[in-house]
């Protein structure tokens, strides 16, 4: 009877794992949009999209600075509408990143920190982010 009961448990315990793997392995691609240039990165889910560019080393000069630590909006980027208003509702923009946010180029009522965005099971396959073509660093301002 022990025997079983510790086989029982070790397969119950294991199971929270491998959906933890399972998750971490799903991804849906980025698209970065920016001027007349295109980036596709794959993304997991959870990250955010400036883990993306970072991880990728996407060639998207200056974007990321402060390295999402909520000091710069040099991660600025426009949303669709679909992806802001499911933000919006799941992950609303803070006082800090709606204070960086207004100093942001190319502002748009869609307008986020990449580095506050996650992508989720609920994105589509494909992303499609707006970087703006002018980069500005807030901590220079």
Do not use: W
């Given at each position: 009877?022990?025997?079983l009961?510790?086989f029982?448990?070790?397969?119950?315990?294991?199971?929270p794992?491998t959906r933890?793997?399972?998750?971490?392995s799903?991804?849906r691609t980025?698209?970065?949009?920016n001027?007349?240039?295109?980036?596709?990165?794959n993304?997991k889910?959870?990250q955010?999209?400036?883990?993306v560019v970072?991880?990728?080393?996407?060639?998207?000069?200056g974007f990321?600075?402060c390295?999402?630590?909520?000091?710069?909006c040099?991660?600025h980027?426009?949303?669709?509408?679909e992806h802001?208003e499911?933000?919006d509702k799941?992950n609303?923009?803070?006082?800090?990143?709606l204070?960086?946010?207004?100093?942001?180029?190319?502002l748009?009522d869609?307008s986020?920190?990449?580095?506050q965005?996650k992508?989720t099971?609920?994105?589509?396959?494909?992303v499609?982010?707006?970087?703006?073509?002018?980069?500005?660093?807030?901590r220079?301002?």
């Amino acid at each position: 009877m022990f025997a079983l009961r510790n086989f029982a448990c070790r397969i119950l315990n294991a199971l929270p794992q491998t959906r933890l793997l399972s998750s971490a392995s799903e991804t849906r691609t980025v698209r970065f949009l920016n001027g007349d240039r295109k980036f596709d990165a794959n993304g997991k889910i959870g990250q955010t999209l400036l883990d993306v560019v970072v991880e990728h080393d996407l060639a998207l000069d200056g974007f990321g600075a402060c390295e999402g630590t909520l000091a710069c909006c040099t991660c600025h980027v426009i949303l669709g509408k679909e992806h802001f208003e499911r933000e919006d509702k799941l992950n609303p923009a803070g006082e800090e990143e709606l204070d960086l946010l207004d100093m942001a180029p190319e502002l748009n009522d869609y307008s986020r920190l990449g580095c506050q965005i996650k992508i989720t099971k609920k994105d589509p396959e494909v992303v499609e982010v707006v970087v703006p073509t002018i980069n500005r660093d807030a901590r220079n301002s």
